[in-house]
T-cell receptor, first 116, second 116 residues
Framework: LAKTTQPISMDSYEGQEVNITCSHN???????ITWYQQFPSQGPRFIIQ???TKVTNEVASLFIPADRKSSTLSLPRVSLSDTAVYYC?????????????????FGQGTTLQVKP | NAGVMQNPRHLVRRRGQEARLRCSPV?????VYWYRQLPEEGLKFMVY????????ESGMPKERFSAEFPKEGPSILRIQQVVRGDSAAYFC??????????????FGPGTRLLVL
C-alpha cells in the first residue's frame, strides 16, 4: 500500500509560485499520482493527475522524476483563493485498466495559506 | 464538484437515533464512494458501491453502518443508533466507470453530522 508524505503546512504570498512536494517511496509500477484540493466545508476537488515526467493543465503543473518516488505540485502565481488543503494521493493500487476498487487513500494533506 | 448532490448538508441527531445520508451521483456515473472526515483529518474511505452492489466495504464499521445504491434513486449511507463519535463530515464521490481512463472521482459538498 503506497503511503504519501507531504508537509503539514506552507505559507505563501499572492503572486508567488508555490511548490508542494510529496514523497511516495513505495509507489507501485502502475500507480498514478493524483492531487486534490479541498476548501473548508467543501468536498475535495480534482486538480491534476500524472504518471511520469510533467503534466500541465489550466490550474497546475505536476512534476514527477524518473524514479517516481516523489512528485511536486506547482501552482503558478497563487491568489488568496488558493488557500486550501492539498492532498497528494497514490490510490490503493488504482491504475488505469485495473479492476481494483479504486478507493482513494487520503493523508493529512498540506494546508496552504496564501497571504496578501 | 461536478454535480454530485448530497443531502442534507447538515444533520443533527441525538444519541441513539438514526441518520440517513443521501447521495445523488453525477448523471451517468455508476460508481459511488463514501468517505468520512473527522475534524483536522484527511478523508477516510468507507465503502464503494456500484448499482445494487457493494464492492468494497472494508472501511465501514461492521456494526450500525450500512450503505446501498439501488437501481433507482440515490445512494444511502445509514447510521443506526448514532453515538457522538459518529459526528463528522461524510462525503460521497462518484466516477463514470472504473478501470478505464476516466477514474477521477468527483466529490459532493458533504453532509455534516452532529450527534448531541
Amino acid at each position: 500500500l503506497a503511503k504519501t508524505t507531504q508537509p503539514i503546512s506552507m505559507d505563501s504570498y499572492e503572486g508567488q509560485e508555490v511548490n508542494i512536494t510529496c514523497s511516495h517511496n513505495n509507489i507501485a509500477t502502475n500507480d498514478y499520482i493524483t492531487w486534490y484540493q479541498q476548501f473548508p466545508s467543501q468536498g475535495p476537488r480534482f486538480i491534476i493527475q500524472g504518471y511520469k515526467t510533467k503534466v500541465t493543465n489550466e490550474v497546475a503543473s505536476l512534476f514527477i522524476p524518473a524514479d517516481r518516488k516523489s512528485s511536486t505540485l506547482s501552482l503558478p502565481r497563487v491568489s488568496l483563493s488558493d488557500t486550501a488543503v492539498y492532498y497528494c494521493l497514490v490510490g490503493d493500487g488504482v491504475m488505469r485498466g485495473s479492476s481494483n476498487t479504486g478507493k482513494l487513500i487520503f493523508g493529512q494533506g498540506t494546508t496552504l495559506q496564501v497571504k496578501p | 464538484n461536478a454535480g454530485v448532490m448530497q443531502n442534507p448538508r447538515h444533520l443533527v441527531r441525538r444519541r441513539g437515533q438514526e441518520a440517513r445520508l443521501r447521495c445523488s451521483p453525477v448523471k451517468g456515473h455508476s460508481h459511488v464512494y463514501w468517505y468520512r472526515q473527522l475534524p483536522e483529518e484527511g478523508l477516510k474511505f468507507m465503502v464503494y458501491l456500484q448499482k445494487e452492489n457493494i464492492i468494497d466495504e472494508s472501511g465501514m464499521p461492521k456494526e450500525r453502518f450500512s450503505a446501498e445504491f439501488p437501481k433507482e434513486g440515490p445512494s444511502i449511507l445509514r447510521i443506526q443508533q448514532v453515538v457522538r463519535g459518529d459526528s463528522a463530515a461524510y462525503f460521497c464521490a462518484s466516477s463514470p466507470f472504473h478501470g478505464g481512463s476516466e477514474e477521477t472521482q468527483y466529490f459532493g459538498p458533504g453532509t455534516r453530522l452532529l450527534v448531541l
